[in-house]
T-cell receptor
């Protein structure tokens, strides 16, 4: 499974959009791109996943670069409840390799 | 509906004792996973079940760790002769089926402290 690179931390103001980047330059053609987030003292929570096309759901949007070597998770309006560690994972199987993720701080 | 549940939520044990951690997956989910998260770290894959069989045990750190799943449902992770380095949060997840396109649903974890 491909290694992913994410910034250690990011800050955003409440009610503003947040763009969380992820680099996965060694991704293979059949690997999916998954995003999970982990709130304090909780298990990870699924956010979104995609393969090639951009994806939208009620939580977020996922923008995937044309060459698939990077992706961006977009939270359209950050709230205080979105403060969490966000993990970007690429996987061709069930086995997820979690890195240390991006810690998102949302400022009121 | 009910999510993944784990018990106990917290466990403190003395070095050298055995512990059992339990996971109840979402009903109907055929795949079940165990991960471990040490303080300030990402998650480390331990083992995966498809039904009652474990085709991938590659993440188990040593032979002191074992896991089983019965009835295609409940799973138990057992750590024998616990060591201080076993202290971590143990997370269980389940998915409808195994495979890269299926989202995994995580439980709240069991925090294990070995003194």
């Amino acid at each position: 499974d491909a290694k992913t690179t994410q910034p250690n931390s990011m800050e955003s103001n409440e009610e503003e959009p947040v763009h969380l980047p992820c680099n996965h330059s060694t991704i293979s053609g059949t690997d999916y791109i998954h995003w999970y987030r982990q709130l304090p003292s909780q298990g990870p929570e699924y956010v979104i996943h995609g393969l090639t096309s951009n994806v939208n759901n009620r939580m977020a949007s996922l923008a995937i670069a044309e060459d698939r070597k990077s992706s961006t998770l977009i939270l359209h309006r950050a709230t205080l409840r979105d403060a969490a560690v966000y993990y970007c994972i690429t996987s061709g199987t069930y086995k997820y390799i979690f890195g240390t993720g991006t810690r998102l701080k949302v400022l009121a | 509906g009910a999510g993944v549940s784990q018990s106990p939520s917290n466990k403190v044990t003395e070095k050298g004792k055995d512990v059992e951690l339990r996971c109840d997956p979402i009903s109907g989910h055929t795949a079940l996973y165990w991960y471990r998260q040490s303080l300030g770290q990402g998650l480390e894959f331990l083992i995966y079940f498809q039904g009652n069989s474990a085709p991938d045990k590659s993440g188990l750190p040593s032979d002191r760790f074992s896991a089983e799943r019965t009835g295609g449902s409940v799973s138990t992770l057992t750590i024998q002769r616990t060591q201080q380095e076993d202290s971590a949060v143990y997370l269980c997840a389940s998915s409808l089926q195994s495979g890269r396109a299926y989202e995994q649903y995580f439980g709240p974890g069991t925090r294990l402290t070995v003194t």
